[in-house]
């Protein structure tokens, strides 16, 4: 290890090269895995970072490339061997442009996704990647993980949010795609190799992202109804009579919103607990507010003359939206005091959302009488989080991780009942590297393979992540 630290050292500086105390770097948010890195070297530069890889590549040293360490799969953690080497870039911070003409933005990946955010908004200008993470996770990762977030109905995932990238190839060369460019058919499109690969083909080091003119006005909203299939009616209908303003559309369970009151008393739900479930809406304008609050009452007002939505609460202010959205925010803490859940992050065609969730129910309930699934998610894109608390009465929450292969079998054998996926926005990392084999067709994992082997022969970036 000794010239190995010394030839790194040489590369990026002594003071960057961490050889103790890896607990940031090397165990994953959920504390589910510990990993035991060989080194942390954290590179300033992509000169650096493909020196590094290069070294790597000579020395047969693999590789855990890092961004801001949030993942929920084990993606960026790396195993417990002691071999494997931490590339960060969590020194490489600079927003390098922002170009106001043609709507793009140009940062190095350790940028965190909050700092975007607020550097769009400086100029006047939106970035619409959010996600609970976002004062914490770079760049670099969300579009390694193609991350999703709760803006996808409008915007998209961070695949399309991204037009141009710099990565650092397992061989230590460097490629430059970044463009700006919006039309460019000049054969494969190399930047969707690395989007959602989760760092196994190479290092993501710049980006180009595309930004959007800046709302003038946001409504939000909080809608009592009947049951799922009534979500899925309103989305339908709220699309028809807003058309793409609606940026955000959350479906919450009473179970759900119950715990988050619960163990956070000083959130209080706008409307009363009697509904079954809810939906949380954002709607966006580049009207004044006035305007866009009449078409949203409007809307909702024909809503319930129809007997789609049972009642809602409209914001009067960005105070109260904000205090909305913290009851969505808090809907994964609330579980971690309730006891340890079972969790998914699948994707449904939305036309199917209603009918997975009763039959997951029914799956589950047949298998685990009592057993109390916590239902929410991104509905308007079809990402549901999908997790599942013990039954009361016949199981601890120790007990309760036992089961958790089953529970996970009985999920995702509904999720691909409905054409599903069992991973809509979190990625595959460890936690789902074999479990993606029971749904992926043989086909689909060979051609993933021959990629990875065609980058990355020596398989030295990122091992045992995703195939």
Known sequence: MSDLKTAFAAIVGESNVITGDFAAYANDWRKKYFGKPLLVVKPGTVEEVAALVKLCAETKTPIVPQAGNTGLVGGGVPDESGTEVIISVARMTKVL??????NTMTVEAG???????ETAAEHDRLFPLSLAAEGSCRIGGNISTNAGGVQVLRYGNTR???????VVLPSGEIWNGLRGLRKDNTGYDLKHLFIGAEGTLGIITKAVLKLFPAPRSTQTVFIGLESPQKAMDLLGFMKGALGDRITAFELISDFGLSLVTKYFPQLKAPLPPAFPWFVLSDIADSR????LTADVEAALGEAIEQGIILDCAIAKNETEGNRMWELRENMTESQVHEGRSIKHDVSIPISKIADFIKAADAALEKAYPGVRPITFGHVGDGNLHYNVAHPLASFTEPNWTKELDRVNLIVHDATAQFNGSISAEHGIG???REEIKRYKSALELQVMKNIKAAIDPQNIMNPGKVI
Request: glycine fraction near 4%; charge should be negative; proline fraction near 0%.
């Open 430 to 432: 460890q936690l789902k």
């Open 160 to 166: 399309e949010l991204v037009m141009g990238l710099e």
């Open 111 to 117: 940028c965190i996704l909050q700092t975007l955010q």
């Open 288 to 291: 004044d507010a006035a305007a």
């Open 97 to 102: 442009e922002v170009d106001t003409i043609n």
